[in-house]
């Protein structure tokens, strides 16, 4: 038994149009299909070849959890690599998403790496080698 490959990463949303509006116009991700599974629905964007990115909208309203990057026993980011660091960075501010760490070196990762939150919370690391 072996580990192929990450299949998907998926996130709940609380607005699914705005979901699909950071996807498409911010991680510029085409739709990858969609599923109705009764009580909530699956939008899909193609991260790579193999892997994609799974948008969960229930449809009926489900609670916000406060989850803090500090607090332990939590799933943090997911990180994506991208070819220009501050042409994402400029996409990012035009198009409102709050950057939380700006684009930047990290002499102990090696690499420059900038922190966003996508319209749901969620913390996604962007890095160029």
Known sequence: MKILAINHITINVKDLEKSKAFCADVLGLPEAGFVHMGDHTL?????????R?????YLTPQSEAAVKETDLCIY???CLETDDLEGFAAVCRSNGVPITKEPGWVENLQCYTMLI???NGVEIEIIRK
């Open 43 to 51: 939008t899909y964007y193609q991260l790579t070849p193999d892997t």
């Open 53 to 57: 990115l799974e948008l969960i909208d």
């Open 76 to 78: 943090r980011h997911f």
């Open 117 to 119: 939150t996508d319209p």
